[in-house]
């Protein structure tokens, strides 16, 4: 058996690892609530020791954020023509509606257990702490600022970082919103309206002219 074999066999167990951990998490927020998600709770329910859960994981907050991952990986699969069809601002909205969507699908057990004030992989200030995933989302959304300001549809004293946490401020201040009203009311269209009213802020006069609307 050749060396890149075995990596290879090793990348299979460790994916196949990973999914089992992510299934019985969900398996436990939505049987249990959020109160019982712990490390303990996930590594029996799971059959597996803690050791193995450390192995591929930091700490629970990072397997959560590993399911924003995925959220973001399957966007970009399923939306890619879309994508490159829309303008800059527009995939700024398309993306975090379509986001808002999928933690709808996800539940309001994972979203208000991983939209925590004691997450420190949310805190978007200190790239330190961020995880990967959400550094690549980070990285996407500035790029389309930054477009929109090349292209003249985005005229404002602050550069693209100040207003793409503008932005994060508006997304999860609306996500929090939805977990306290124990997600009785539609996240996405939430988030879609809000977003679009605080970018259309930031559009220059001959933008708007020019698409002969708002967003």
């Given at each position: 058996m050749m060396k890149n074999e075995l990596e290879s066999a090793r990348k299979i167990k460790s994916r196949d690892m990973k999914e089992k951990i992510f299934k019985t998490t969900n398996r436990?927020?939505?049987?249990?609530?959020?109160?019982?998600?712990?490390?303990?709770?996930?590594?029996?329910?799971?059959?597996?020791?803690?050791?193995?859960?450390?192995?591929?994981?930091?700490?629970?907050?990072?397997?959560?954020?590993?399911?924003?991952?995925?959220?973001?990986?399957?966007?970009?699969?399923e939306n890619m023509n879309l994508w490159k069809e829309l303008s800059a601002q527009y995939r700024i909205v398309?993306?975090?509606?379509?986001?808002?969507?999928?933690?709808?699908?996800?539940?309001?057990?994972?979203?208000?257990?991983?939209?925590?004030?004691?997450?420190?992989?949310?805190?978007?200030?200190?790239?330190?702490?961020?995880?990967?995933?959400?550094?690549e989302i980070i990285n996407d959304i500035i790029s389309q600022l930054e477009t929109a300001y090349k292209e003249g549809m985005i005229n404002s004293e602050l550069d693209a970082k100040d207003i793409y946490n503008e932005l994060n401020i508006v997304f999860f201040g609306t996500v929090f919103d939805w977990c306290l009203c124990l997600g009785n009311h539609d996240l996405a269209k939430m988030i879609n309206r809000m977003l679009t009213i605080h970018l259309n802020f930031y559009l220059t006069d001959d933008y708007k002219m020019k698409i002969g609307s708002y967003l």
């Open positions: 436990l927020m939505n049987r249990y609530g959020n109160e019982y998600l712990t490390v303990r709770n996930i590594c029996k329910m799971a059959n597996i020791s803690t050791g193995t859960f450390y192995h591929h994981f930091k700490n629970k907050d990072e397997l959560l954020s590993h399911y924003v991952s995925k959220c973001y990986q399957r966007y970009k699969k398309h993306l975090l509606t379509w986001m808002a969507k999928y933690f709808m699908e996800m539940g309001l057990g994972f979203v208000s257990n991983y939209y925590s004030c004691k997450n420190s992989v949310l805190n978007v200030r200190n790239l330190d702490s961020l995880a990967e995933a959400h550094i």
